[in-house]
Nanobody, 123 residues
Framework: QVQLVESGGGLVQAGGSLRLSCATSRRTYGNYAMGWFRRAPGKEREFVAAISWNDINKYYADSVKGRFTISRDNAKNTVYLQMNSLKFEDTAVYYC????????????????WGQGTQVTVSS
């Protein structure tokens, strides 16, 4: 079973940047798709970004496109989310997702989830 651990969240002013990391506990090397979702206060979990197993295809929610960048380092079994030009509405708990079984965009398509890391953007 894949274990996912997020880190890098915190408090930042609007316009600032953060980089989130998601590390897996797997010892054996393998190809896998990874994703990022978030849950804002009073809202349901929503898609943020995803990356294919071969690092060729990347997908972003319209709300973050041009500001966020997803990347991966398979040698470290780690996926990153670089967040620039942060807005107040980006405030949420961010979750790393793995073990894709369907659409990149659907919460129900991912079998493994991290514990979440809080991102708070002040205005």
């Amino acid at each position: 079973q894949v274990q996912l651990v997020e880190s890098g969240g915190g408090l930042v002013q609007a316009g600032g940047s953060l980089r989130l990391s998601c590390a897996t506990s797997r010892r054996t090397y393998g190809n896998y798709a990874m994703g990022w979702f978030r849950r804002a206060p009073g809202k349901e979990r929503e898609f943020v970004a995803a990356i294919s197993w071969n690092d060729i295809n990347k997908y972003y929610a319209d709300s973050v496109k041009g500001r966020f960048t997803i990347s991966r380092d398979n040698a470290k079994n780690t996926v990153y989310l670089q967040m620039n030009s942060l807005k107040f509405e980006d405030t949420a708990v961010y979750y790393c997702a793995g073990e894709l079984t369907g659409s990149y965009y659907a919460t129900t398509s991912w079998r493994s989830w991290g514990q979440g890391t809080q991102v708070t953007v002040s205005s």
